[in-house]
């Protein structure tokens, strides 16, 4: 059964600074890994799609890696912003059956 | 990216009445939608896996009866929360996808207040 962790559950930084969120599964068995944004009493605005083929994605200040072997994937955030301070989500597709989520990061960047 | 509707965003019903809520997938066919609870703070529990013109498939301890999905075209499946009462109330999110292993995309959420 696969299982999603993400590290850490909330993380808070200065404005400007990097960062880096970390998703870890179990099976690497994958055939895509998606991170997703989530703003408190929001839906989920999809971030990066990485299919397991690939190594990595970049959007704006995003983005995202994937190790598949070793069952990781990153999302490292340039320059952060006040504004993207939200909760990150992780989720995994296996292949026949739902995304797999992680519980999130909780981030806040202070002005 | 796609664009995913629900509606409503926020409702207020009384015990033991029904609430009927819309997911649709405004810019693609989706072939499988999916329906989500969030209690505060928590992630997603997946509830539900809808596939057009069939029945839903329900995860373990989600009352079918109770939670009624329906999805009877490629652009809509509703989620009908039937006899609610107070523990029903929470945060419901659907997903869609236009197929098998694509980008996931999700709805803004509706917020199911039962007094």
């Known amino acids: 059964k696969q299982e999603v962790t993400q590290i850490p559950a909330a993380l808070s930084v200065p404005e400007g600074e990097n960062l880096v969120l970390n998703c870890s599964f179990t099976?690497?068995?994958?055939?895509?890994l998606q991170w997703f944004r989530q703003d408190p009493g929001k839906g989920l605005t999809s971030l990066l799609l990485?299919?397991?083929?690939?190594r990595e994605q970049t959007s704006g200040r995003l983005n995202a890696s994937l190790d598949k072997s070793s069952g990781r994937s990153t999302l490292y955030i340039a320059a952060s912003q006040p504004g993207d301070s939200a909760t990150y989500l992780c989720?995994?597709?296996?292949?026949?059956?739902?995304?797999?989520f992680g519980k999130g990061t909780r981030l806040s960047v202070i002005a | 990216g796609a664009v995913v509707s629900q509606h409503p965003s926020r409702v207020i019903c009384k015990s033991g009445t029904s609430v009927k809520i819309e997911c649709r997938s405004l810019?693609?066919?989706?072939?499988?939608m999916f329906w989500y609870r969030q209690f505060p703070k928590k992630s997603l529990m997946l509830m539900a896996t809808?596939?057009?013109?069939?029945?839903?498939?329900?995860e373990q301890g989600v009352e079918k009866d109770k939670f009624l999905i329906n999805h009877a075209s490629l652009t809509l499946s509703t989620l009908t929360v039937t006899s609610a009462h107070p523990e029903d109330s929470s945060f419901y999110i659907c997903?869609?996808?236009?197929?098998?292993?694509?980008?996931?995309?999700f709805g803004q959420g509706t917020r199911l207040t039962v007094v």
């Open positions: 997903s869609a996808r236009d197929g098998k292993n694509t980008e996931a995309f």
């Open positions: 099976d690497s068995a994958i055939y895509n």
């Open positions: 990485i299919q397991s083929s690939q």
């Open positions: 989720a995994v597709d296996s292949g026949n059956t739902p995304l797999v």
């Open positions: 810019d693609f066919q989706a072939t499988t």
């Open positions: 809808s596939n057009e013109g069939s029945k839903a498939t329900y």
